[in-house]
């Protein structure tokens, strides 16, 4: 008998954001405001402001190159010497 698991069907996840969702999470992060900052900082003044956005792994999810930018932050504050 094979296995029928990689084929079966599985359904979306039920917190599984929606495309509008999605595309309100990038307009957002890309205000200038924010276009400069890192999800873990991102998330936090959203909700000081009252304002819900998914979680900082969920903004990484979506914009992969947050990760490159927060590389990228990390090396500059090494190479200015902190």
Known sequence: ??????????????????????????TMVNQPEFKSLLP?????????????????????GILPGFLDRQKAFILLYYDLGH
Do not use: F, G, W
Not at 14 to 20: A, M
Not at 40 to 60: G, H, M
């Open 1 to 26: 008998m094979e296995d029928q698991r990689p084929s079966a069907e599985h359904p979306a996840p039920k917190n599984k954001l929606s495309e509008e969702e999605r595309e309100i999470i990038v």
């Open 40 to 60: 873990s900082q991102i998330v936090p003044r959203l909700a000081d402001k009252c304002v819900y956005i998914p979680s900082e792994s969920t903004i990484y």
